[in-house]
């Protein structure tokens, strides 16, 4: 064991999931912490104490939680030291999380107290499985209008009740708010639309249709 001087965290670990595997982490002043029998299990190590020996056996530090026993835990250095000396695959997966999703998320959040962060997490997780899920169903259904579909996301999340993690459900929605003003320009404008052909033929129908209704009423006052 390191004889680094053991580490003390007020607030407990924030859990994040990867491939059904927890990962806790403690957002610490000198940068995240991770629990080490966590990354063990990640990159198939058998335990922590194989993984520190990879590492090299003086790697980690100790640091106690608000409750519970101490926890061996790796700084970020360290956690990139084990991605390197790991299996490829777990590895390669591993990285990708944590610089894409992980560390963002720890950086922006640097601010925000344990619960909020925690929260943020768990809705932003569900909502990106909420569209995966959304999108994987409309291709395949193989609606020739999935690049213009739009859904709306609805999320429950009710923890002080004990619920462990969000769910909700996402409805297809054929709608987009606009002042009247926004949406002729965007119409008139070229590039991409968010519309089908089809729904701008109605639309272009119903406008000239109540133009010349309004142009007759105004030549019969005249």
Not at 39 to 47: F, I
Not at 88 to 105: F, S, V
Not at 124 to 152: F, N
Not at 163 to 186: D, H, K
Request: with cysteine; proline share 5%; hydrophobic share 45%.
């Amino acid at each position: 064991m390191n004889k680094a001087r053991p580490l003390c965290s007020e607030s407990p670990p924030i859990r994040f999931r990867l491939n059904k595997k927890n990962l806790r982490v403690f957002p610490m002043a000198q940068g995240p912490r991770f629990v080490a029998a966590d990354v063990a299990k990640l990159l198939k190590y058998p335990d922590e104490a194989a993984l520190q020996t990879a590492l090299g056996g003086k790697a980690g530090c100790l640091l106690s939680p608000a409750s519970g026993p101490a926890l061996l835990t790796l700084s970020e250095a360290e956690l990139r030291h084990a991605l390197r000396a790991g299996r490829k695959t777990q590895a390669q997966a591993l990285q990708l999380w944590l610089d894409d999703t992980l560390l963002p998320i720890l950086r922006q959040g640097a601010a925000a107290d344990h619960d909020r962060l925690q929260l943020a997490y768990a809705l932003a997780g569900e909502a990106a499985r909420q569209v995966g899920q959304a999108v994987w169903q409309s291709v395949l259904a193989g609606d020739a209008d999935w690049q213009q579909s739009r859904w709306l996301i609805s999320l429950h999340y009710q923890m002080e009740q004990g619920q462990r993690r969000p769910s909700g459900n996402t409805v297809a929605l054929q709608a987009e708010v606009s002042t009247l003003a926004a949406l002729a320009e965007r119409v008139a404008v070229g590039g991409a639309l968010p519309v089908s052909t089809r729904e701008l033929i109605k639309l272009a129908a119903a406008c000239h249709l109540r133009l010349a209704e309004r142009m007759q009423k105004q030549a019969l006052r005249a």
